[in-house]
């Protein structure tokens, strides 16, 4: 059975792409290197294989079970939890003098993508474990670091992120759970959050939930938001596990796939005062939580990464190893059946899947390579320049890998036919399982208006410049290995980008509802060229490698980049021409639909 | 909560847009009228709202069990077949004289589909009774006929179609299921089946299964394969259901969806004798089967616009009742939130959805109304146009509802959020289900293949002809009813069709292998252009309804079927440009992509 991602694919990425290698020199990873990090990463393989993969399938049947007022997990969740806990995957971008790796980004994101791709329902308690501290990190008191992440990142305490509310999902700005000024500088909460993933369970001794709630006599909106550490056990004087602080489970949601993490309503308060504290300032609660979302929404697309490179990866195998029918040409059937892979229509699934997924792993580890570059580039400008790039990428390294890394699982499974629809092998489970990536962390619609209402028009289109840049630097690499087609392909997909975001920008600064109409639409066009260009820097990397004498399986791997580049641009990126006419008149259908026509 | 369909949108599609009245002055319909089949519509409703929509979500969870070498199902489902049965359903098409209803097809489709519905799992076992039936009233000896169609219409015993084999899939030609021919003209059957839905259960006394086998000494290849009757229990001389004819049950397969629909593999003489009889000649097997195929795709369709109806009426009622944030014009946060359906994304994400099921609806309708023609339409001429049209839209119509409605259940599922994806609703039962019609009856890649390399150049091209014909008279319709904008839309996508094909024709006539290296994307541009001509029909009938001074709730109505219509044409049929470019140049990017490159 072939691994869950190919490692050969994301050595690629890592060293060839992206010159991960050279974080090496920079303060924070001194002593790191190649070594270092491929250690870290064959652990990450070793965890996934040994502890996250075995049980994939039974944590989708054997779901967590609400009993008694707690969540109880099936006997294979909670050792996952520890080992990625003890390898340090949790840990594994924090300072090490809190107790952490202090790893890049890049890395870690690539060791997350192994279990991810194992099994995701798993993954997520390690994964909101790692997004919570990270929060706590960057925003925290001193002294709710020092109390807090350690017991986190080892694996002692589990986290969450608490913000939505059965009235307010997309629409944060009516969340209405109270935070109650108690003499001590604590808060009293109350109040029901809705969707909390690993809200409760019995993996940990403790439960750090980071809630979203109004202070008493807030403003209305999203300024009026804080955010609070509630924690579902009180701690002792001695830092123990003290008594219960009224963290209610008022029921379990059950979801078509992603079924090992558990999905909580969780009532605040409901039974007895709920002690919480607040995280920085007050009213600020949303901008904190939008500075790590931007890292969960890079998450979504990872995770929709890995589940479409697994899916990709068996039926793969499977059309190499099936034999069934003959070519159209052969007309004689005495002759012996082909293997799969061998009919035009199975390579062409299976081209579709390797350009979504390896795209969607280039483009999800290219974000983790900016947020090191925010982090630690040695110059301001350079941190700044990867800040906008983030702003910009974000919305689409969430949306797109969920939607053509969904499409990649389809296709899996229609090169497996009866048998990719069928439990006994994996594909149908990663179906299930990655649709939920184009809900969560903000719906591909919002992404949609993030990018076009937000992103784009932000700091005078500035992200956008910084993207075009690059882009025209990466098609002038091209050009000059020789790539001049897929050149002319992306530098003409920009040109039309620009074109169209002036007009609609300018549109959407008189009337947002206006120029907002078309946005999903806008990110798909947008998406498009991403990819595009993510695959023509594949393509530019692989060919320098063919013309410095790659052989044998290693000149296949690199043969198939730029062929997978190639069909990109040529049968994939010109979707964009009727999506680019319909942004150009900015279509007024849906606009002006009225709802009794539906 | 709304029904699983809209019966507004079904009489219209059968009175207005298919003149279902028509059909009344056939002699084989003599006696019926509107108002007959109207109580056979409202009976079809009602048996779907009473046994099959309350059970849906029960039977997904609670599948059918395989205890003891039986299958077990749940107890919902018993009641359910016998009263689709008992509502006619099952015999709905066939003779008077066998006990038939001799019902038109248009008719029956649009029964069938409310049971498909409301749910899909239980709705199969008939539907597969009614194929076999229809399948032994085609080609059985009278003998066979009266022997077994009783009871198969009266519910008593059910059916199966087995043809797929463990190394047999898609790839018939290899199927070794052996029949050896006994002395007393009867067969002894001696192989195994893989993907027998209803292969087993305990819903009916005996359950006679169509069997594809190979008589000893047949020649290879599709050319040597044979039909069998061949019952689970044999019957004894008075009639009465007698000994087990061992027929095994080698285990049962689960599926992603459609759970409800128990799916087998069977052993056919693994225990001791198990007897077949021959149906109709030897080794024209394949030719029986593939004729009932076509009917059993056009199902495949109308089960795929039916879950897609039953998803987008299901996220409409969710839009127009759940309110969640403000326009993005609106900046004031203590405004009252708007309804979903307000939010010009969730209009795009609904009317793509509207397009999809209605256009599926009116497709599969349509060609049951061909079927109607082939069978009783009075000329000669008139029933060869009717097979042609049918030879030319069944892959098609099997192929593209399959698709679009999946879009449009996951355009459900986007619209609803987390409610969408979570079991406590009924979207993502849908979008697990209704995958399955990608893959069954012929996967969409061997409908691609159908459809390029059979069905368009047979008979010299004279499919495409009728249809071309039939499109452009629509055309002039729609002119004279001052649709100008649409006719040019459906008449330059049919001329580019048209160019395209003959281009495509000429080159698999020299290579079959180059020739149908792009059939999927050719199915696509075609289904396209179907889509398309089937909303210009039902904007041409909108239209003139407005003329004719529609108002209120009908005017709506009608109003959407134009908007719709040109949405189609604007926004959707437009993808069909950079498909057309791909095929032009007939890519030979997957033709030639060598596998190792993957």
Redesign the interface.
Known sequence: MSSVLNPRDLAFHLYELLDTDALATRPRFAGQDREVWDAALATAQQVAETHFRPSRSRNDADEPQYLNGRVVTNDAVAPAYQAAAEAGIIAATHDADRGGVQLPHTIASAMIAWLEAANVGSSSYAMLTAGAANLLAAFGSAEQQATWLPPMLEGRFSGTMAL?EP?A???L??LRTQAIPQADGSYHLVGTKI?ISGGDHDLTENIVHLVLARIAGAP???KGISLFLVPRQQLAADGSVGAWNHVTVGGI?????WRGTVSTVLNFGESGPCVGWLVGEPHRGLTYMFHMMNEARIAVGRSAAAMGSSAYRAA?EY??TR???????EKD??TP?V?L???????????QA?CATEGSMALVLTCARLVDDEQTATTEAERVRATRLLDLLTPIAKSWPSISCQEAI?QA??VM??Y?????YDV?QL??DN??N???EG???IQ??DLL?RKVPQHGGAALQAFAAWVQADCAAARAAGLTDLAEGVEGALTALGAVTGSLVAE?QA???R??????VYLEVASRVVFAWIWLRQATVAQRALEAGASG?DA?FY??KV??A??YV??EL??N??AL??LRRN?A???E??????
Chains 1, 2 share one sequence.
């Not at 120029?515 to 999903?520: C, E, K, V």
């Open positions: 939505t009235d999902g997309s629409a700005a009516d969707w209305p909106g999203t949601i059950h979801k078509m796939g793969l059309a190499q034999t069934q029918g003959r070519l159209p040409s059937p005495t059946p293997p892979v061998a009919h035009a229509d199975i390579r062409r699934l299976l081209l390797k389809s499974m229609q036919g009866g990719g629809y069928a439990r006994e149908e179906y299930r649709r939920l184009q809900i969560h719906t591909n619609g949609a208006i209402g959407l009337d947002a509802t120029g907002l109409a078309n946005a999903s399986p296949d043969l198939g062929a997978a190639r069909f040529r049968c010109p979707l021409t009727p006419a319909l279509d259908t849906v606009l639909l009225p709802p009794a026509w539906l």
